[in-house]
């Protein structure tokens, strides 16, 4: 069974408009924790936003939100004021237990995101 | 100075060479990790390292053999390859620590292709 799950494979969204891109997870541990990656044309997996299961308050960086869910087990992400360089792929991934080796990321297939002008 | 830098970016081989894919981080991390990235697959971990020590290797073929010689650098020795082996290989690092996001940093890869 996969454990995170991305049911968007393409996302189109107006340039300046919010978007929200799904994660859903699979866990039984009580101590996790979920990152979402942006990763350009380029190659380079770049770290967005990050959020622990103990956080009681969804996480934010700048332009990015993650709507936290945990009852439900989803992570979305949330990118507000699109712009053109948002284009990307952007991965979900989950780190079950407290991090180091027993900890190791799981990522997600990803969604390809498309700003238009 | 970049976080994690990885050359070559790009690398095509035959069958039968041997290259090496060097990984190098300055962010005073203890852990660092190769990924494989094939087309339409999610991100597949090979290799993690902490301290120097390998502490996990994820049912990776022999013809790939890691190396760390020290916490700073990270190396993946290739031979004899398979045309599937063909994928962009991404090393990240991170500060595994009791109570810290462990969050992974990457580099900007290195495409192979495989002859």
């Known amino acids: 069974a996969q454990k995170i799950t991305q049911t968007q494979p393409g996302m189109f969204v107006q340039e300046k408009e919010a978007v929200t891109l799904d994660c859903t997870y699979d866990t039984s541990d009580q101590s996790y924790g979920l990152f979402w990656y942006k990763q350009p044309s380029s190659g380079e997996m770049i770290f967005l936003i990050y959020q622990g299961s103990y956080d009681e308050q969804n996480a934010t960086e700048g332009r990015y939100s993650l709507n936290f869910q945990k009852a439900r087990k989803s992570a979305n992400l949330v990118i507000s004021a699109s712009q053109l360089g948002d284009s990307a792929m952007y991965f979900c991934a989950m780190r079950e237990g407290r991090g180091g080796s027993q900890g190791n990321l799981i990522f997600g297939k990803g969604t390809k995101l498309s700003v238009k002008p | 100075e970049t976080g994690v830098t990885q050359t070559p970016r790009h690398l095509v081989m035959g069958m039968t060479n041997k290259k090496s894919l060097k990984c190098e981080q300055h962010?005073?991390?203890?852990?660092m990790y190769w990924y494989k990235q094939s087309a339409k697959k999610p991100l597949e971990l090979m290799f993690v390292?902490?301290?120097?020590?390998?502490?996990e290797n994820n049912s990776v073929p022999s013809r790939f053999s890691p190396e760390c010689p020290n916490s700073s650098h990270l190396f993946l020795h290739l031979h004899t390859l398979q045309p599937e082996d063909s994928a962009l290989y991404l090393c990240?690092?991170?500060?595994?620590?009791?109570?810290?996001?462990?969050?992974?940093?990457f580099g900007p890869g290195t495409r192979l292709t495989v002859l």
């Open positions: 390292y902490s301290l120097e020590e390998r502490v």
């Open positions: 962010l005073g991390h203890n852990a």
């Open positions: 990240a690092s991170s500060q595994p620590d009791r109570g810290h996001t462990d969050t992974q940093y």
